[in-house]
């Protein structure tokens, strides 16, 4: 399968130009957007953050976007991340990666130059495509285009394996089914059931603020409900004994 992009307003941008063209003036052909603006894109719903990989390290990163003038802010440059600011719009811009190390929680990375491996480490099918600045998108793992038009939120490779290596990864699952799935797929909904206890893990505000954007979609409840029967809600809110007081709210 093939797409673009390249009628969505946001690559059209100055602002979304002027900081793609500092990162091409010292790597050409060595950054794409990347994740939710790709995803929503293709799916025709808004997009709020502008994220870009790039196979500059951070270092070149900062250098490239001052040389071009624009405020660069090391967000998390120990994971690749810099911040870019322009015309007071922030862009995320993160080095290619790969995981050396994970708990559960947080990853050791290790920078790579390969597109293919920084897709394998993200979560699901549909938020591993990336595009380049003429709007082309790219899709390593072979299954992110179909997935966005089946509306089906698949984890890559093995699910257990990529809950094992970030355990929020269980709630995303649940509230990107939410926003842009079409049902839930089965795979993903065992392995989280299976592997819920990892929750435990995870601080009580990042489990809050995946909870809130879930709540946030048109219609949850489904969601909510294979939260329920799996055992997921059991974990991060041992008091629910239902969901029909919630529902009664619609």
């Known amino acids: 399968m093939t797409a673009d992009i390249s009628h969505v307003d946001w690559l059209k941008k100055a602002s979304t130009q002027t900081v793609f063209d500092a990162l091409e003036a010292v790597d050409k052909g060595g950054s794409r957007f990347v994740g939710g603006c790709v995803r929503n894109a293709l799916l025709g719903v808004p997009v709020s953050d502008i994220d870009i990989a790039t196979r ?21 440059v120990e994971h690749g991340t810099v911040t870019a600011v322009c015309d007071h719009e922030p ?31 993200r979560d699901f099918h549909m938020n ?15 299954k992110g285009l179909s997935d966005i038009a089946d509306r089906r939120v698949a984890f890559i490779g093995e699910a257990e394996d990529r809950l094992r290596e970030d355990h929020l990864r269980n709630l995303r ?36 603020k995946e909870l809130e954007k879930l709540l ?35």
């Open 216 to 250: 946030a979609a048109k219609w949850p409840y489904p969601a909510l409900h294979a939260m329920y029967e799996t055992g997921v809600m059991g974990v991060i809110l041992p008091e629910c004994d239902g969901l029909a007081r919630l529902e009664a709210l619609s």
């Open 91 to 121: 862009f995320e811009i993160t080095t290619l990666r790969r995981d050396v190390e994970t708990d559960g929680r947080r990853a050791v990375v290790a920078f790579s130059k390969d597109w293919a491996e920084d897709a394998l480490r």
């Open 56 to 76: 500059l390290v951070p270092e070149d990163t900062i250098k490239a976007l001052e040389a071009a003038g624009i405020r660069a802010i090391p967000t998390g």
């Open 128 to 142: 591993a495509l990336y595009a380049d600045v003429s709007g082309q998108v790219y899709d390593p793992t072979g």
């Open 173 to 208: 699952f649940f509230r990107f089914s939410a926003w842009y799935g079409r049902g839930l797929d089965e795979t993903g909904l065992q392995a989280c059931g299976e592997l819920r206890e990892g929750l435990r893990q995870i601080a009580a505000e990042r489990i809050w």
